[in-house]
């Protein structure tokens, strides 16, 4: 019930579960940031991800660490769900909707980056919402042509490693 109504800035409304939305998901990156650059898991992940035996050999259980990391991605893709859910209301098939975008994110973004994973998403979002604005009949277009452009030039994404 608090999550309803709107906020007035300069003219504009903007609804406040959105706004809610929108810090919530600047809280978790920056949360994941910290956690993947700045804590000892995350270096430990970074090793794995960069060479696995050698970790290993370190004493790093690295399937262990990988099914850690599987269990939060599937967390977090729950609780954007259920988040997502009231804003973009849920139905048989939104799956499929969903899933070319997210293949576009990680493709303009690049693979391992979590900054391009952000940077990604905020292209595709902008890309996606004006080109149905602006071009209805062409949208898929807008979304996919970037993507091709992108793979085109740098084929490992703008923040991708090779």
Known sequence: DHLRGVVQVAG????????VIVM???IIAV??????DWTRLGAM?????D????ARVVGIKVSQLFTLVFALGAALAAFGGVMGAPYLSVYPGLDFEMLPLAFAVVIIG??????????GALA????DNFG??????ISYFTLYAPMVLILAIKPTGLFGRE
């Not at 504009?12 to 579960?17: A, G, S, T, V």
């Not at 992940?45 to 991800?49: L, M, T």
């Not at 060479?51 to 050698?54: K, L, S, T, V, W």
């Not at 149905?132 to 009949?137: D, G, I, S, V």
């Open 31 to 36: 949360a994941l940031w910290l956690l993947v």
């Open 124 to 127: 595709v979002g902008l890309a």
């Open 110 to 119: 690049g693979m391992g980056s979590l900054g391009g994973a952000a940077i």
């Open 24 to 26: 919530v998901a600047v």
């Open 132 to 137: 149905k604005a602006l071009f209805p009949e």
């Open 12 to 19: 504009l409304y903007f609804p406040i579960y959105r706004l």
């Open 45 to 49: 992940i970074r090793a794995g991800v």
């Open 51 to 54: 060479d696995a035996p050698i």
